[in-house]
Structure formats: C-alpha cells, structure tokens
C-alpha cells in the first residue's frame, strides 16, 4: 500500500511557498497514491471477477507523466497476466493527454523542439525527448489528412489564391518547393483556408489539378478570383470555373513594375501611377494609362505593355463600388496567412521532409482560424452589392 498522502506537510510546504504542480511538486504524492489505488481496486474486481485461477503477484514500476510533474508508479500485476488496467494502460506512460497538448500548442507557434523540451522541463520536471515530441506533433498530419479532404460549400463568394516558397530536404540536398494556399470568404464574411497544396514549384497546370480538387470536394462557384500575375493562371481558373470573375493583385502588379523602373524616377512614376489604379472609374484609370504611356512610354515600354496586356483582369475592379474594391484589390489577406506562415518557420531554416513543414503549417492554420470568428468588415453591404452584380449565383446559398 502506498504510504498516506501527509496533508498537515503538504500545508506547510504550501504556507512555505513551494509550488503545487511541476517538479517536486506538493500534490504529485497525492497524485502517486491515488492513481496506485485506484489500479489495486481495479485489479482486485479483476481477480474477483476471473474465470480462471488468478492471484496478485507482486509489482511493476514505470514513470508515469502528468501535467502536474511525473513520478514512479508501482502498479499491481497479477500472475495469469490477464489483467489490463483502464486507468493506465499497460504501455501507457502519461496519465493525461495534457502534455500532448501543451507540445502541441508551442509546436504552433512555432516554438523549436530544443525550447519546447526546455519548457516541457521547466513546467512539468519532465524530459521529453526530440522523438516524442516528433510522435507527438506527428498527430497533426492525420488531421491535416482529413481536413483536406473535408467537403467544401458550393459557393463562395470570394477566393484568395497565391504560393509561398520553402527549403525542403530531398535527395541529399535542399531544394525550393511551393505551398499553395488558397483562402475563401464565406457567405457569412468569414475566412476559411480550404486547403494548402504542396509542388516543386508554381505553375498553371498545378493550380488546375488544385481546383479540379477543390471541384471534387463539392465546390461548385467562386464569384470572384483574387490571383496575382501567374502566367495561364487565368485561363486556368476559367477551364472549370468559366463564370469567376478574375481579379489580378494591383500590389503584385505595382511591385513587378517598379522594377524596371530607374531608382531616380520611381517617385515621379509612382505619382503618375496612382492615377491609374486609383482612378473613381474605369473611363478614368484608361485615361490615365494612356497619359502615363504618353509620358513614360518611350523609357520603359516593358512596363507600360505589361498593364496594357493584364488589363482585362487589373481592371475589373473598378465596375465594382468601394466596400468590394477593398476586399478584392489585392491578395494581401492571403499573403497575410503567408506572413503568419513565416513566422513559424523563421527558426527552420529548412526542413528535412514534406511532412514537417505541413504539420507546422496546418499547426499555424488551426491557430489563424481560432481568430477568425467575425465577418469582415462592411460585409452585409458588400454581400448585398455582390447578389445584385452575380444575380441568382447567391440564391442557393442565401437564407432568405
């Protein structure tokens, strides 16, 4: 029998400021008493209740974790070695998923597993090794599994789509490959990832498998496409969803322009440009393109055909009012998933397979989406404006 749970030491241990839980805490004993207790009563209804002779035979003594700290359990066996203990299991080792559950909390926000076992240490008195907490973190690709073949709603108003760059282990060497995130408006204005892709590198053709897959999973209509300048990217989109209205990111456009142009008449060019895609309507962003051609033409031609060839899509923007033109302008509420992405991988560097960078980033999605429980802003307005712009598209999706 273990020895009596002293309640008059572990006052005074309280009174003199020791702590409660973690390493040498006052109630791991208690915690080591009851739980050996518990396993005598549970082995005693076993004997009681066993067909075949059967009597205790002494003890086995393993470390048990718990979120208050970890102690030594001598547990009761008996000789026919039938008896399987509820309370814990013959290989378990942890007396509740807490610690499971703390690793996995600090793995998503991108802790590194050398100051997780540090943390684990320093709250629980237990070390945790780097295999266990690979184990442990490792829950999160069966998850990932499921959440990515989840059906989709047949509409959503609004979908967000660009890629992000990664350093992965393959072969021997490290090589760049694309994360492929696609983020959704709901009908309720809420942000919703449906799914994140991983390929050697961003092209049209993967993107359609990714939209086929997307189909697949029932989705049906997107209104509007937010992408950035992905060459066939549209045509993409419009092979299986031929009515999506194609918006592509003034911000992407912006930047790759600026590019060719000379560092000392970037600031007179960005004036004239604002003009252009700042513009209250189409007929005044077309006039202003043709004065900033008539200007800068002759200098930098790259940049004036490049506006006037993706025109079709940088400008569908300006047919809608401002609630819309807000949401849809830029991909930067997906780049904003991207930056939190970064976030937890800045500490990487690299990773030595597939597997461990969509863990941690699956991780970062569950962590996002906790924070996205309201619409965004302007919603109802802008939702009202897109049911009269796409008349009938909504009706099946609309509670009305």
Request: hydrophobic letters at 40%; glycine letters at 6%; charged letters at 25%.
């Amino acid at each position: 029998m273990s020895q009596s749970f002293d309640f008059d030491k572990a006052l005074k241990d309280l009174q003199a400021g020791k702590d409660l839980t973690g390493k040498d805490g006052i109630l791991m004993p208690l915690i080591k008493q009851l739980t050996e207790a518990a396993i005598t009563a549970e082995l005693d209804h076993h004997l009681d209740n066993d067909v075949e002779p059967n009597r205790k035979n002494g003890k086995g003594s393993k470390t048990i974790k718990t979120g208050s700290g970890s102690f030594e359990l001598n547990a009761p066996r008996d000789r026919a070695g039938t008896f399987e203990p509820e309370l814990i299991k013959k290989n378990q080792t942890q007396l509740t998923p807490e610690i499971d559950r703390k690793i996995l909390s600090l793995f998503s926000h991108g802790m590194s597993y050398r100051d997780m076992k540090y943390h684990i240490h320093d709250l629980y008195g237990i070390e945790v090794s780097t295999g266990a907490i690979t184990a442990i973190t490792d829950q999160l690709i069966a998850e990932l599994k499921e959440w990515q073949q989840r059906p989709l709603e047949g509409v959503y108003p609004i979908v967000w789509m660009d890629a992000v760059h990664y350093k992965i282990r393959e072969e021997g060497r490290y090589i760049s490959k694309a994360i492929y995130t696609l983020l959704a408006l709901t009908i309720e204005g809420k942000k919703e990832i449906l799914g994140i892709y991983l390929s050697d590198n961003e092209s049209a053709s993967y993107w359609l498998s990714v939209l086929t897959e997307l189909q697949n999973r029932g989705l049906e209509d997107i209104l509007i496409a937010c992408i950035d300048g992905l060459t066939g990217f549209p045509e993409a989109i419009g092979n299986l969803f031929p009515r999506t209205e194609i918006q592509l990111c003034i911000i992407h456009q912006i930047r790759n322009s600026m590019k060719y142009v000379a560092s000392k008449n970037q600031k007179a060019f960005m004036v004239d440009l604002k003009l252009v895609y700042r513009a209250s309507s189409i007929e005044a962003a077309e006039s202003a393109l043709d004065d900033l051609e008539e200007k800068w033409g002759d200098a930098y031609p790259i940049v004036i055909k490049s506006w006037r060839k993706k025109w079709e899509h940088l400008s569908a923007y300006f047919k809608y009012p401002e609630p819309i033109r807000r949401i849809i302008y830029t991909t930067n509420a997906v780049e904003a998933v991207h930056r939190q992405f970064r976030k937890l991988t800045k500490t990487k560097g690299a990773f030595p397979n597939e597997s461990s960078l969509l863990k941690l980033l699956y991780a970062g999605i569950l962590n996002a989406s906790e924070k996205w429980t309201m619409p965004i802003q302007n919603w109802s307005q802008a939702l009202s404006q897109l049911d009269i712009y796409f008349e009938g598209r909504l009706d099946s999706v609309l509670e009305i």
